[in-house]
């Protein structure tokens, strides 16, 4: 791996989500539920969707393939709002940083952890890193945990100190080759895999900077203890962050660093604003993420010259997995990161002593205390999911010469991703399957140790995507319906679904498997953490898409009027803040404070939930050219019809009964070409349709039960 740098500061729009339900807010263009003998439940999913679609545009890259559909599919002219959402998504997605290995960022607010990665944990949050920080302008305390520090201990050479101004610490180049060293240190290679410099230069001309250290049992400064780096660029801060931990002398304990700035001319200024030990926070979902995001904007709006742009991008991040995770390899993903490694951060010794190992359990996605590192079933299922759909996207590029999409080098055929995603299922399922539970592990550790805290969230995601086999999927549905009871579980049977809205998280008390600075889980009641016994309500979609799969449409309709009633009474109390406002049990985490459910803030997931309706009831799914559905209606349920459901240029209602759906195109400004292709899934006639992408107001595509 090469070292990264970025200019600038990574900035995502982190607006949160709203507490308050306003139903006379909803615009009379949003879409409507319409459930005739269901009226109210349907009504109050439509009013929780409204909630939760303003934020529904792009976040950080985890959020991509979530947040994409929710947000592309409803036809909203009111405020211009399906347009914004659209151009939202396209720049977000073609902005995504990729460095030059492939790997994807996060794009999470500003820290002081890896720029490309998560905002914690970062070097004062452990032990046997360093640094120092000329300035911290613009970054809260909280993510630093340290204040400036002045210039004073350091060493010039062939360069003045310009003094501390702008931000920074500058210098001026008085010889070539000049450098400047820190204080002396002492720094633990494990609990510092990068070193990053952030800094700023003029007049550099074509040097060559790398970075030197020292150990204790080599303490001079050498060539073979270097690694170069690309020079600052642009009137802005460049962060370098430069992977250490991939040279063989990084190693023992480290007791200085130099810099080198590589100039071969006097003349030039540097301004450096921190050098500092980062520990691994990259995420190994981002790529999966990133390029289902991709697909789902494309499929949705049609926009060819994305595609032309992106589609390299797509490839390539899908390949990353496949090599740096060595998914190609071992048919899973296999994170070998620092501090990656699937251990936890906390050892509980026999005589019930806890002992912290800073650096290790360091998270790789969504659940950022839990370490789900080395063998990771979370990741593995995303990269599942992501083969089959990068097969369905070459397939369409393939069978539509006019689009005139790149193939080349990174080019697959949709028959070898097909291929590796059999593969990977047969290998997971093989792999993560906990025989004594009957539920997946969340991961498997270096030592080959398996994780089970009984994760809802996991096993039905895996069940959604097709993941779990037919076996194993329904042993998870009937533990999690209550029909078997997992011995040692704290929360069994109906219990798991005690908040109502959704099954809790995990069902097993986890005081032991966390990163170690969440130093203290015992002291947080069950039920008093997202990741231990709480809810996180988007993970409700999850719940009722497995249910459908495995048993169908009848064991839907009951959750979805619990459901209902549940956010009936939230906004009768006037949202979810003043809903669980200490009058009853639970505890919302958000804005920084942590809690047992996750339902607003930054849990811009909760917009999942109302999917239901149209990506479970109606089976709705958009394709590369076309859409496919699959209505599936709980036997009380006579009909249901989804209004104002946007596809390329077309808006469409679809009214489906047992007998029969029907699409109705209420809006259309496309320009002719090829047709898109209305796909039935399931006992449906006929197979599939054409649609003209043109077609005029009031035609319709009638599919009837065979």
Request: proline share 6%; glycine share 10%.
């Amino acid at each position: 791996m090469r070292a990264v740098a970025c200019v600038g500061v990574i900035v995502i729009a982190c607006l949160c989500t709203p507490s308050g339900v306003h139903a006379q807010d909803v615009p009379a263009d949003f879409p409507r539920f319409i459930a005739p003998g269901n009226e109210q439940v349907a009504e109050s999913f439509r009013r929780m969707h409204w909630l939760h679609y303003p934020g529904a545009g792009p976040k950080a890259t985890l959020w991509d393939e979530w947040l994409s559909a929710p947000g592309l599919w409803p036809g909203v002219a009111t405020d211009n709002l399906s347009e914004s959402m659209r151009a939202q998504w396209r720049a977000a997605l073609a902005g995504r940083i990729m460095d030059a290995d492939g790997y994807v960022a996060t794009h999470q607010h500003t820290s002081i952890a890896h720029q490309l990665g998560w905002p914690f944990p970062f070097w004062t949050q452990g032990k046997g890193g360093w640094g120092w920080h000329f300035n911290l302008d613009g970054i809260s305390r909280a993510w630093t945990g340290t204040d400036v520090k002045t210039q004073e201990g350091w060493q010039l050479a062939g360069c003045t100190d310009d003094t501390i101004r702008d931000q920074a610490w500058h210098v001026k180049l008085t010889e070539p080759h000049a450098s400047v060293t820190a204080p002396a240190m002492q720094i633990d290679p494990y609990n510092a895999p990068f070193i990053q410099l952030r800094w700023r230069a003029q007049e550099l001309g074509a040097a060559e900077p790398y970075l030197e250290w020292t150990r204790a049992d080599a303490p001079d400064y050498a060539p073979e203890r270097r690694m170069h780096f690309a020079a600052a660029v642009g009137d802005g801060f460049t962060y370098t962050m430069v992977p250490v931990y991939t040279h063989p002398e990084w190693r023992g304990t480290i007791t200085g660093l130099r810099v080198q700035f590589g100039n071969e001319a006097p003349g030039g200024t540097v301004g450096v604003q921190a050098l500092f030990t980062q520990y691994d926070t990259r995420h190994n979902i981002n790529n999966q993420n990133f390029v289902r995001g991709c697909i789902n904007y494309f499929s949705y709006t049609g926009d060819l010259a994305f595609l032309r742009e992106q589609i390299g991008r797509m490839r390539t991040a899908l390949r990353y997995v496949m090599t740096e995770f060595h998914a190609d390899r071992e048919d899973l993903v296999l994170t070998t990161w620092v501090g990656h490694e699937g251990t936890s951060g906390i050892e509980r010794k026999p005589d019930g002593a806890k002992v912290l190992h800073a650096g290790r359990g360091i998270g790789n996605n969504y659940w950022d205390l839990l370490p789900m590192g080395y063998k990771d079933c979370y990741a593995t299922y995303q990269y599942y999911d992501a083969l089959l759909s990068m097969a369905r996207m070459e397939r369409a590029i393939a069978e539509h010469p006019e689009w005139q999409i790149a193939g080349g080098a990174l080019a697959f055929t949709p028959e070898e991703l097909e291929a590796r995603a059999a593969r990977v299922k047969e290998k997971g399922n093989e792999t993560f399957w906990n025989p004594a539970t009957q539920r997946f592990y969340c991961a498997i550790d270096k030592n080959g140790v398996g994780y089970d805290y009984g994760f809802t969230f996991l096993n039905l995601e895996a069940i959604h995507f097709g993941f779990a086999n037919e076996e194993h999927a329904k042993a998870i549905m009937d533990w999690i319906c209550g029909d078997r009871i997992v011995e040692g579980d704290t929360s069994q049977g109906a219990d798991i679904y005690h908040w109502r809205f959704g099954p809790r998280s995990t069902t097993k008390r986890n005081e032991d498997y966390y990163l170690w600075a969440w130093s203290n889980p015992e002291g947080i009641p069950w039920g008093g953490q997202v990741q231990d016994g709480g809810a996180v309500m988007g993970w409700s979609y999850y719940d009722l898409m497995a249910r459908l799969k495995v048993r169908g449409p009848d064991s839907v309709a009951p959750r979805l009027k619990e459901i209902a009633a549940w956010f009936d009474e939230v906004t009768a109390a006037g949202g979810y803040r003043k809903y669980y406002d200490g009058s009853r049990e639970g505890t919302l985490q958000g804005g920084g404070t942590a809690g047992g459910l996750g339902l607003d803030q930054e849990f811009f997931e909760s917009d999942l939930t109302p999917q239901i309706f149209i990506a479970g009831l109606l089976g709705f799914e958009a394709r590369p050219h076309g859409f496919a559905l699959n209505p599936r209606l709980p036997g009380d349920w006579p009909e249901l019809t989804v209004t104002r459901i946007r596809y390329r240029n077309l808006v469409l209602d679809v009214k489906a009964t047992h007998s029969e759906f029907v699409v109705t195109i209420v809006e259309s400004s496309g320009a002719p070409g090829s047709d898109y292709t209305v796909v039935a899934g399931g006992a449906w006639q006929p197979t599939d349709q054409p649609l003209a992408p043109d077609a005029n107001v009031g035609t319709k595509l009638r599919f009837t039960r065979r």
